[in-house]
């Protein structure tokens, strides 16, 4: 492997990364908008904790999809850094930033906090 295929791989990977984040939001933001669009209160109310085990178990997958994908784009900037010519170990270690998860997983438990409390304040019981 040369220098330019490890860095097509971390650049992938950081695609893969993306993606996981943009499924995040979109079901999220979804889940939400469905849940604020039901007229039946009741129903929801009924259905609130399946919604909200379904939710945690996605988020679950999707955080450790997001640590497992940039736990290897921090090997493939090492491989890449190490192939790098001397001199521009800089550089490259700038252009191909990776992710700590000190970065990462307290904004993903943070927003999936958020996400249930609006399940819940969604799904509450309709005034009788």
Same mark, same amino acid.
């Given at each position: 492997?040369? +220098?330019?295929?490890?860095?097509? $791989?971390?650049?992938?990977? /950081? ?17 939400? /908008? $469905? ?7 009741? $129903?929801?109310?009924? *259905? ?8 945690? *178990? +996605? ?6 999809? $997001? ?6 784009? *921090? ?11 001397? /001199? ?13 998860? +000190? ?10 906090? +958020?996400?249930?409390? /609006? ?10």
């Amino acid at each position: 492997m040369d +220098f330019r295929d490890a860095v097509g $791989l971390v650049l992938q990977d /950081g695609d893969a990364v993306r993606s996981y984040w943009n499924f995040w939001i979109g079901l999220s933001v979804g889940l939400l /908008g $469905l849940l604020a669009g039901m007229k039946d209160k009741d $129903l929801a109310h009924r *259905l609130r904790p399946v919604v909200l085990t379904g939710f945690i *178990l +996605f988020a679950g997958s999707n955080l450790w999809a $997001l640590y497992k994908t940039q736990e290897e784009r *921090l090997a493939l900037q090492a491989l890449a850094l190490g192939l790098a010519r001397p /001199g521009n170990e800089h550089s490259v270690a700038m252009a191909l930033s990776v992710s700590r998860p +000190f970065q990462y997983v307290p904004v993903h438990l943070l927003s999936d906090i +958020f996400v249930c409390v /609006g399940i819940v304040r969604l799904t509450r019981r309709a005034p009788r």
